[in-house]
């Protein structure tokens, strides 16, 4: 100890300058003999700020590492990773279903409970997923974002097929984007049915994005499909994602920029 920065008190024991604390105490005089000392350290309110600062700094730093480990995992792309709450601009009346999502994240879990959000190309279903995935990914919870597509090739390649569904399975939440958008063939097909009714057996939540329709779904007569369907029905609250396509807005927004960029080069 630096004993500039301690002074001894009238009961004779060291004391913090900053925060008046003993930085010992006495040993009781039976024991004294025994130790070959009359004081020990203690640890004045200083030193426990500072060693529980440190420990939050190591807390918080343990849990960006976590994060950023699954953050990797969930998304297959990197720009997913910015699909926040926080970067959301409003424009998405049904964002608050997504917040809702989170915020009963563990009676969701409990109960299992999925959503299938479906509606036009670009109505910012997928957004809304990752932003659930990403908010969930905070609180350290496992979260995979994939497609059929990509499972059914993990699928393929995996020596045992088996295992590789239960690992796609085991995460707390399982997002499935464009549903439909898969390949039709018998063995893509069967792929698909055995993830989702793996999860469905597993209890665990999951959420589909599509652009078919509800209707589409529950009228198909193909009978594989309507296998699948039924599962994702069965499991999975429809939601109606409706409005303008956020993409064609920002087509919009790049051709605008892309034309003030070269109209400012040919005034030049």
């Given at each position: 100890m630096d004993k500039e920065k301690f002074f001894i008190g009238k009961d004779g024991l060291e004391y913090c300058e900053v925060c008046r604390e003993p930085v010992e105490r006495y040993i009781p005089k039976y024991a004294q003999d025994l130790f070959g000392m009359k004081t020990h350290p203690r640890q004045c309110a200083c030193v426990r700020m500072r060693m529980e600062k440190e420990r939050?700094?190591?807390?918080?730093?343990?849990?960006?590492?976590?994060?950023?480990?699954?953050?990797?995992?969930?998304?297959?792309?990197?720009?997913?990773?910015?699909?926040?709450?926080?970067?959301?601009?409003?424009?998405?009346?049904?964002?608050?279903?997504a917040k809702q999502y989170v915020e009963h994240w563990d009676e969701v879990k409990k109960k299992g409970m999925g959503m299938l959000l479906w509606g036009d190309v670009g109505t910012g279903k997928s957004y809304m997923a990752a932003c659930i995935a990403n908010a969930l990914l905070e609180q350290e919870k496992r979260v995979l974002m994939t497609n059929f597509t990509t499972i059914s090739n993990g699928?393929?390649?995996?020596?045992?097929?088996?295992?590789?569904?239960?690992?796609?399975?085991?995460?707390?939440?399982?997002?499935?984007?464009?549903?439909?958008?898969?390949?039709?063939?018998?063995?893509?097909?069967?792929?698909?049915?055995?993830?989702?009714?793996?999860?469905?057996?597993?209890?665990?939540?999951?959420i589909i994005t599509t652009n078919l329709t509800v209707r589409e779904m529950r009228e198909t007569q193909n009978l594989d499909y309507k296998r699948i369907y039924d599962r994702v029905l069965g499991s999975c609250q429809p939601i109606c994602i409706k409005g303008e396509s956020h993409r064609r807005e920002k087509e919009n927004q790049n051709k605008r920029a892309f034309e003030q960029i070269f109209r400012e080069e040919e005034s030049e």
């Open positions: 939050q700094e190591r807390k918080e730093q343990e849990h960006r590492q976590e994060v950023e480990k699954n953050i990797k995992i969930c998304f297959p792309e990197r720009a997913m990773r910015d699909w926040n709450f926080t970067n959301d601009d409003g424009s998405n009346p049904y964002m608050k279903y699928v393929f390649a995996a020596i045992d097929k088996n295992d590789y569904i239960e690992a796609v399975c085991g995460y707390d939440l399982l997002i499935l984007d464009d549903l439909g958008s898969e390949r039709n063939s018998g063995f893509v097909v069967e792929s698909v049915f055995s993830v989702l009714d793996r999860r469905v057996c597993s209890g665990k939540p999951m």
